[in-house]
């Protein structure tokens, strides 16, 4: 492949993989925005990411097409953008396209005025509707481009309107009937057989179980609770979790979890890995800790950079076939695992005309019960969990030397900011330092790498550089690890570092007009409309995160304008949590937090970490742990000394101090 484009020096995985179409495209940026104008071109926005499968599909059949490219050179500045890495674009294109045909998804295609103003789009496109759609809009802008200029501006004014968020006073106290109206009709959707909700295709949304769990708990809510342990349960069981390699693909096709779309997420792994671990600590059950811990594995052995951070994705196709360094033949399958076969081939549903639409290959996943296994093999348990064991050890060797999948290698500060949260989760359950060291060690890298000289963030990195300004997400997700890890190891300076990132937050991305905060920093760069990031989706919501960061952070060094900030954004958006509780999944669990109370549980003297240790084997959802020995947080000022102590407050009011974990957890039923 000779020719090349201006993709060729792109950090981004994604753009790199156009960079030898013919297409002419270029990344966002002043050189194609000023040549569309100076050119009084339309601007043609393509959007994608490189797990995506159909974006894949639409560049081999129409951007690595000369006919297509052809007419895509004539008439259009063409932009290739990497949604990960420009979030704000992808949003504000998203909004419009939804506008346009009431739905959206990538690959994302919108053609805009030279002044990047939308006047039409859609999402995939077969090669010659494509050239149809092009040849029309080019024009419509030549020989009538007022109807032209009237369609953005209507767009433009739709984009800049949805979603808006104004204040809304707290008229009365949150109470528990203010859950039970969110719940409700949420249980209605609940998949009894198979976990998740009774709909196809079936996303993990790991942020709806935490919710679930947590009010199931503390409620006690049966229905609720057996939900959550089921989903999560039938989701480890399914073809969508790699049974011999951990980790979650990104969704499942079918209702049962069987039929994975293979791409892998950091940002779904790492979130997985927190819910599966913190249900672990409230039940016990080692199947949820053992799924959280091959996880880990999982993004140690495939997901980590040579610095420590977490590679941003793995594709679903590897030699362009979608699954195919997943999925095996029984033959295969028979060879690599000889006289264990018949059992192991049982334990994961294989068979000789396979198991899913592609004939003869096989999804490896469980339908039946380990206690049925044992009876039909007339086995024991122990050996079962050996033969198992042994088997996977096999099939990953054999696995490991086909075609690998494509791996995004960026690491994005976001993402990164999940996984550390889930690796200092993990560490504080399972009591497990390495875990807590790799976490430690990527927030350093981050703070020392990927800060800009004005205490903003950048929010990607590749190649030693970072290119990027930091999204509301970004900070968000980081500030969150950075309390997390205080938690475990009770060092203030990540404190320090989470507090002056909100108040950077506070500085560049308040809206002076809404309670909420905008995604795009007033730094970063001018795009058509700065928009809110308020629903939550497969990643909990950039503004709910930051106003439980707020609200945390409020607490831990006693700042009222922090807590009041929280208590905005969560009235302001609690009339819309009942109308559809899945969207707003971590509002909810702000607002949980708010009936039952925070517990600040700070724990002082010589032997505080060994009580902080026994705590963490009891789960209680709704705290902030504080302690040491020496301390400057309000919490912990006058109470330092030798003798361990265990203070509990609750909505202002403190406990006397105890001595054990029994006495605290007395004080916490």
Known sequence: MSETNNLIHASSPYLLQHAHNPVNWYEWGQEALEKAKA???????????????????????????????????????????????RPDIDQIYMYAIQLMTGSGGWPLNCICLPDQRPIYGGTYFRKNDWINILENVAGLWANEPDKAIQYAERLTSGIKDSEKIITAPQTEAYTNAHLTEIIDPWKRHFDIGYGGYNRAPKFPLPNNWVFLLRYGFLKDDESVFTAVCHTLEEMSRGGIYDQIGGGFARYSVDDKWHVPHFEKMLYDNAQLISLYIETYQCTKFDSFKQTAVETINWVFNEMTSADGLFYA???????????????????????????????????????????????????????????????????????????????????????SNRVRPGLDDKCLTAWNGMMIKALADTAQVLSHSLYYEKAANAAKFILNNLKSENGGLYRNYKNGKASIIGFLDDYAFFIEALIALYEYDFDENWLEEAKKLADYVTANFTDTDSPMFFYTSAEGEDLIARKHEVMDNVIPASNSTMAQNLKKLGLLFDIEAYTEKASAMLAAVHPKIKTYGSAYSNWAIQLLNEVYGINEIAITGLEAEAVKIELSGHYIPNKITLGGTKSNLPLLKGKQSNETKVYICRNKVCQLPVNTVEDALEYLQ
């Open 313 to 399: 994705a793995l594709d679903a196709d590897s030699e362009g076939v979608e699954g195919k360094f997943y999925v095996w033949d029984k033959h295969e399958f028979d060879q690599v695992l000889g006289e264990d076969a018949q059992l192991i081939g049982a334990y994961y549903n294989i068979t000789e005309e396979g198991n899913w639409e592609e004939e003869q290959t096989n999804i490896l996943r469980k339908t039946i019960s380990d206690d049925d296994l044992l009876n039909q093999f007339g086995i024991e348990a122990e050996t079962l969990f050996d033969t198992v064991k042994s088997a996977k050890a096999k099939l990953l060797a054999v696995r």
């Open 39 to 85: 050119e009084n071109k339309l601007i043609l926005v393509s959007i994608g990411y490189s797990a995506c499968h159909w974006c894949h599909v639409m560049e081999r059949e129409s951007f690595e097409n000369h006919e297509v490219a052809e007419v895509m050179n004539r008439h259009f500045i063409c932009i290739k953008v990497d949604r990960e890495e």
